[in-house]
């Protein structure tokens, strides 16, 4: 699957990954609806569910170009953003306004959902995208509820559809609500299992990152060893790598060995090997 | 948001200058696109608000060097959030002295019928570059003078807007024809704004007309009410109206207050300014005031009512006859 950490970024397409892809961009290429579905994308974290939000938006700004000679409004097809801290209604609402280039003052927030719904409408805007939405699950009853709502009015007044990312627990993030439960899909990713899956896996993350013989760290027991500590997670299989290749540095080498993998799964947290 | 670690986003609206646009036009319009002030805005972009208090009409060089670089990034900025090229953005500053532009609040002149032409086409009406020079009266398109635009919007294609921006123009054309402008005149102004309103990379060897520059490029016909009627006599052939102006402006007024001078001495008033010495005056019994005026008018209104109705009444009686017209004239009379 996928995976970003700072400037390393790269998109690995596969299939799991380009199916969840193919499900957003076919959600935005649907007509307005007045009962917009909501997809939500779960997966343990490091999965990828970050970047196959981030591939979308790329895949569907460029199914949408901007249109010749349009008005003023920013053309931004797909929105995407991470749900605040402490999230309510208002905070969701001003960190999409944040992210639609509209600037927050002291009277935002009175028309701050209508504000959001009218510039989906001006710029064009075909799928609104939340990451780490298991953060409500944290917030008390009503602000639970305040959010859901919010959630509610952006897909029905603006008429666009949402993809909502978050841990496993995220799943059931809209049982309280069942109207929203019943327009709900839900798209799991699951951890990559043993064997040729996951070398697959190894082999293309370690040319991503530009190891030196990437198709050695493939290999039966270095494979192994890797799933074993990463338990199957896409973030956890890279940082293991890229830690490998920092502990080959330290030793004076650029060629990772299965030592320096060794060494580096000392540095994550126990409870992974178990 | 900025502050609080937020990555910054262009804004919702590439409200980006228009060709020739001057500075002040761009950055309110894209204000007002976005609900906000000058100082919300690049506070918005986290730059510093102090900046929306300077005038930036000149550019870097008019500003206090301490001012420089805020000012370069905030040009940087606004063109990275309108996602305009650098050049566009930089295109709306003056290159001339701050002392040949108008006072900031007073850049509200354009031409009306570029405005009625260009809301037509459903665009927004601009301050070009040129009209907030000092020098500047005419709109060189259409000939015509230009016209304070305080009062009328900037955007909206409304009848009301529309007729509003109508009448401003056929005033515009009124005065340009009751004032002509003399053709030498004329040439020495579009020479001197040419001049004034040049690029920044432009190098000229001279500035043209000495003598008219040196008059009208630094004037102070804002401080009057009606600036643009006073500039178009000053360019036509009734030019010392506009000259009168001039030396009262240039005066040097004896009670003016000079830094160190003594108080100014105690002027005794002559006695009919004194209290006890004015004029009598009249009676409240004989001073009317427009309360009794009303009362007075709305009076002879009912007695006229009253007449009417009577003779009305009689014109009917006398076809009926006499015991139903007594009647009638009795209700008549009492109606309120």
Redesign the interface.
Known sequence: MAQMSGNSAFWIDFQEARNAVETLVDLAHDEPDERPPCVILVGQSGMGKTSILREAQRRIALDFPEPEGGN???HEPMLRTVIPSGSTALKINLTLL????????GKTHRIADLKVVE?LR??RTRLVGIDNVHAILTASGRARRDTLDAFRFLMSEGNVPMVVAGLDVAADIFSEDVELAYRSIIVRLSPWPPGEASQRLIRVLARGMNLVEPDRLAEPDIAAFLWQHSLGVTGNFKRLLHWGQKVARRHGRERVEFADIREAAQLLPMHLAR | ?IDLG?EP????????PQADECFDSWVDRLAA????DRA??L??LGLDPALARIDLACGEDALEPAWRAAFACMVERLAW?V?APLAQVRATFLACGAEAVLPRRQRHYACARCWYEARRAGKPGIVVREWILRASWRCRNHGIPLHDMRRIAREGRGQVAMTRLGQAALAAHRLGWTLRALPGALRRNAAVLMYLARPDDERVCRPPYGSYQKRFAANRYHFAGDRIRLLALAHSSRHRAAGRFERLLSARLPERPIKGAPAPAFVKRPLRHRRGFGPARQSPEVDLDFESLVSAYAAVQARRETAMAITAIFARASSVGAGSAADSLGSAVRRP
Do not use: N
């Open positions: 003023e409004a920013r944040w992210k639609q280039g509209w600037p927050i003052t510039l001006r710029q | 948001m937020l986003e262009p804004l919702a609206f590439r409200v980006r696109a976005h609900d906000t919300g805005l506070r918005h959030a996602q």
